[in-house]
């Protein structure tokens, strides 16, 4: 889950991360996001991973979208998440900076892009080892859009999400070096060409 908000510092590599646990599932998340503390000490301050343990009941953030959900779906490969019908996927080996022909080459196929791509072949590519992307995911699935305007009530920003699908058999989904504002536009740079020592953006 992403806020858009505009970040005081230029580095964000040099924030530390701020891990909290969160208790009593989906309707503790909402507390959190929705107190003074939280907004006063972390939000627009530092990047917060948030963790909850999803609690068993129609309530529970397992609730929310389900992998079988996920998989039930068609998904356009390296489609801008902004075009219709908005259901994007990409996949990536444990960063950003690996490439299409890496990728194909750990799952054994070559995809283009606008391919369609199913159930069975997210489920192959995530055996493999390979993180499955899914970018804005409110766009497409109402109980996440519900789920982000709820939060964007509490929060007064706007949200959305991004989801990252990874196989049991994977201890990291990505490895992120450095996070850089640069131009305005937020990189994820997972190489030593990192988007902080370029002249100008390419996005």
């Keep these: 889950m992403y806020a858009e908000q505009e970040w005081r510092s230029g580095n964000l590599d040099a924030l530390p991360l701020k891990q909290l646990d969160v208790k009593g599932g989906l309707a503790g998340l909402y507390q959190m996001l929705g107190s003074g503390p939280f ?33 039930s779906q068609m998904y356009r490969y390296m489609m801008d998440d902004a075009d219709a019908p908005h259901r994007n996927i990409g996949f990536v080996l444990e960063s950003f900076a690996s490439t299409p022909q890496s990728v194909a080459k750990k799952i054994g196929r070559n995809l283009k892009p606008l391919q369609w791509v199913d159930g069975k072949q997210i489920e192959n590519a995530l055996a493999k080892g390979v993180t499955a992307v899914f970018n804005s995911v409110e766009l497409w699935e109402p109980a996440v859009a519900k789920l982000c305007l709820e939060v964007s009530q509490l929060t007064g920003r706007i949200i ?11 201890g990291t989904s990505l490895q992120v070096i450095c996070l850089c504002l640069l131009n305005g536009c937020l990189h994820a740079c997972a190489t030593a060409d990192c988007a902080c020592s370029m002249a100008t953006c390419a996005c």
């Design 39 to 71: 907004e006063q000490r972390y939000l627009e301050q530092y990047p917060v991973q948030l963790s909850t343990k999803p609690k068993v009941g129609p309530k529970s953030t397992r609730a929310v979208l389900s992998m079988k959900r996920v998989l």
């Design 160 to 170: 959305g999400v991004n989801m990252y699908a990874t196989g049991p058999e994977v």
